[in-house]
């Protein structure tokens, strides 16, 4: 069993930077691969980056692609996204997620255990 809880969300004009921590607990952290999703009102949750259990890889959707950057540090039981150059289309709810099987990484069902989100809001 794995418990995420989301911080660093906020308020923050076009253009800043935010970062995102996701807090596990559970003694299994280390061997999941992580998530972040987003889900804006009325939109489905869509993928926004993922890393492996060993922080080797790591995974974009296009529209983050070389803005966000996904990490993690096993010891702290933690995985951050750093998110730069901050568009009002980013804004949405954001979760990670924890997936012990891996697969899919893009996708809502090859995770298990999800936060319970943390509002990004972005001012044009």
């Known amino acids: 069993q794995v418990q995420l809880v989301e911080s660093g969300g906020g308020l923050v004009q076009a253009g800043g930077s935010l970062r995102l921590s996701c807090a596990a607990s559970?003694?299994?952290?280390?061997?999941?691969?992580m998530g972040w999703f987003r889900q804006a009102p009325g939109e489905e949750r869509e993928f926004v980056a993922a890393?492996?259990?060993?922080?080797?890889?790591?995974y974009y959707a296009d529209s983050v692609k070389g803005r966000f950057t996904i990490s993690r540090d096993n010891g702290k039981k933690t995985v951050y996204l750093q998110m730069n150059s901050l568009k009002a289309e980013d804004t949405a709810v954001y979760y990670c997620?924890?997936?012990?099987?891996?697969?899919?990484?893009?996708?809502?069902?090859?995770?298990?255990?999800w936060g319970q989100g943390t509002q990004v809001t972005v001012s044009s």
């Open positions: 997620a924890a997936s012990p099987l891996g697969g899919t990484y893009y996708s809502t069902h090859a995770y298990t255990y």
């Open positions: 559970g003694r299994t952290f280390s061997s999941y691969a």
């Open positions: 890393i492996s259990w060993t922080g080797g890889s790591t």
